[in-house]
């Protein structure tokens, strides 16, 4: 897990000359990747060498690198994109819950499984840099996340264009309103993006779902995007919550961003609720 610096929600830095050669430089609390030491908050690229920290909540996962031109740029923009804003300490959301997800009576502990959706591969070191650190949880106690313990994974799947990689940021315990938490971080979202790079543009609001297998869980989506001289790309961003989990999902697909395409946002949702249902274990009584 990651270990804050003093300004724990800070704008990320500029990129480096070389955006996949050294260590990414370290950033508080307001990276899209890489917890490196000091940790960051919120999770962390899956590759390491990017040249930029992470960002709260999860930020999305780096396209691998192809070569120069507009495959180099979306590696260095991926690295500047905000798509999730921090709680910061002492703020105390006053919302109230819609659509309250029903309590089944039965407590779910979250996991990382080895594979989700039978294609995507969890990455062993990547995985291990994932997930939210003592102070992240404490910022979702704030939002009524109670006994919150973290988990969290990097996955990926294909090679090249046809390269995916998943990021899951996620917390298990006791849910006391699981729409006042997704409502929470998505409003967070929108009041911080603008702190990190004018780049950055989140598209409508969040869309609430159903996919298939999401049972009693709140799950909204959103895209972000990020623009670049030679044209902007997106990705989804998904966050459940339901009584006993909460899970931040986060796909990038390279060939998708090389052409300019968006993830269906049905497709990213469908994802997310799969690895839900896979990586929730029953809590035996």
């Not at 049972?215 to 623009?227: L, N, P, S, W």
Request: proline share 11%; with cysteine; hydrophobic share 35%.
């Amino acid at each position: 897990m990651s270990h804050h610096q003093p300004n724990p929600y800070g704008t990320p830095p500029p990129p480096q000359p070389n955006p996949y050669g050294g260590a990414p430089p370290q950033q508080p609390y307001g990276q899209p990747y890489a917890q490196q030491p000091p940790g960051q908050p919120y999770g962390q690229p899956p590759y390491a060498q990017q040249p930029y920290g992470q960002q709260p909540y999860g930020p999305p996962p780096v396209p691998p690198r192809v070569g120069g031109g507009k495959g180099k740029a979306i590696g260095i923009a991926v690295g500047a994109l905000v798509l999730v804003g921090a709680i910061v300490g002492g703020v105390v959301l006053l919302m109230d819950g819609r659509g309250d997800a029903p309590d089944d009576g039965r407590r779910y502990q979250l996991t990382a499984p080895q594979t989700v959706a039978g294609v995507y591969q969890k990455d062993a070191r990547e995985s291990d840099k994932a997930g939210f650190d003592a102070a992240e949880l404490n910022d979702l106690r704030k939002l009524g996340v109670s006994d919150a313990q973290d988990v969290g994974a990097v996955y990926e799947t294909g090679t090249g264009n046809a390269r995916r990689m998943l990021r899951l940021n996620g917390a298990w315990g006791r849910v006391k309103d699981p729409e006042k938490v997704v409502d929470g971080i998505f409003a967070l979202i929108a009041r911080d993006k603008d702190k990190s790079s004018k780049k950055t543009k989140f598209e409508g609001s969040p869309r609430k779902v159903t996919p298939e297998g999401l049972d009693a869980a709140i799950m909204k989506c959103q895209y972000g995007r990020y623009e670049l001289p030679s044209g902007g790309f997106t990705m989804p961003v998904c966050v459940w919550a339901d009584r006993g989990t909460v899970g931040l999902t986060v796909l990038s697909d390279q060939g998708m961003a090389l052409a300019g395409k968006d993830i269906p946002m049905d497709e990213a949702a469908s994802l997310a609720a799969r690895l839900r249902a896979e990586a929730r274990v029953e809590i035996a009584k």
